[in-house]
């Protein structure tokens, strides 16, 4: 089946610097790469997403890359704010559904001030 | 308001005693689906369904059982609940895009 490999486990970086985090996918026929912020004590929610034709998307300070030749996309943070301390998820669509999402290990990332 | 709903959101039970978790959503999503979340582990899927009467096993099926008999309703099913299964259950749902999670179900099996 479908395995989602995510790294690092965990990242601090200082207030205002850049963070990334990768993920490797093993599923070819995956075609739907979201990224999930959890909030401590709180459920996953989506901040981005990218479909298979597109290489990059941006949203404000987070952007994705994704390179399907590779089996591989990128999360990146800009600016980071302490609000950004999360674990954040990155997933691959499954068995022939954009619907049906395995997640990676998950990303600890602390923004110190 | 758009919205998973899981019941309930804490529970402390005994091994070997059924218990049954449920998850619905107003969002006329078809599909639906289980995880378990575990530290270092991250969001492991149980069990999925693509629509009504239509369920499958996700990567860690063992111990649990679901039914999709409605197109609201998902309900995460432990037979005979043992402690390997105390972990925190997500519910969520969605079409072909965004999933949407419930808050939650934090599980403890003595």
């Known amino acids: 089946g479908e395995n989602v490999e995510q790294h690092p486990s965990t990242l601090s970086v200082q207030e205002g610097d850049s963070a990334v985090i990768k993920c490797t996918y093993s599923?070819?026929?995956?075609?739907?790469f979201p990224w999930y912020k959890q909030e401590l004590g709180k459920r996953p929610q989506l901040i981005i997403d990218i479909r298979s034709n597109v290489g990059e998307k941006k949203d404000q300070r987070i952007a994705v890359t994704l390179n399907k030749t590779a089996k591989h996309f990128s999360l990146h943070i800009t600016e980071t704010q302490p609000e950004d301390s999360a674990v954040y998820f990155c997933?691959?669509?499954?068995?022939?559904?954009?619907?049906?999402?395995?997640f990676g290990k998950g990303t600890k990332l602390s923004v110190k001030p | 308001e758009a919205q998973v709903t899981q019941n309930p959101r804490y529970l402390i039970t005994v091994t070997g005693k059924k218990l049954t978790v449920t998850c619905s959503q107003n969002m006329n999503h078809e599909y639906m689906s289980w995880y378990r979340q575990d530290p270092g582990l991250g969001l492991r899927q149980i069990y999925y369904s693509m629509n009504v009467e239509v369920t499958d096993k996700g990567d860690v099926p063992e111990g649990y059982k679901v039914s999709r008999k409605e197109k609201r309703n998902f309900p995460l099913i432990l037979e005979s609940p043992s402690p390997n299964q105390t972990s925190l259950y997500f519910c969520?749902?969605?079409?072909?895009?965004?999933?949407?999670f419930g808050e939650g179900s934090r599980l403890t099996v003595l």
């Open positions: 599923d070819s026929a995956s075609n739907y």
């Open positions: 969520a749902s969605g079409n072909t895009g965004e999933l949407f």
């Open positions: 997933a691959a669509s499954a068995r022939g559904s954009q619907g049906n999402l395995i």
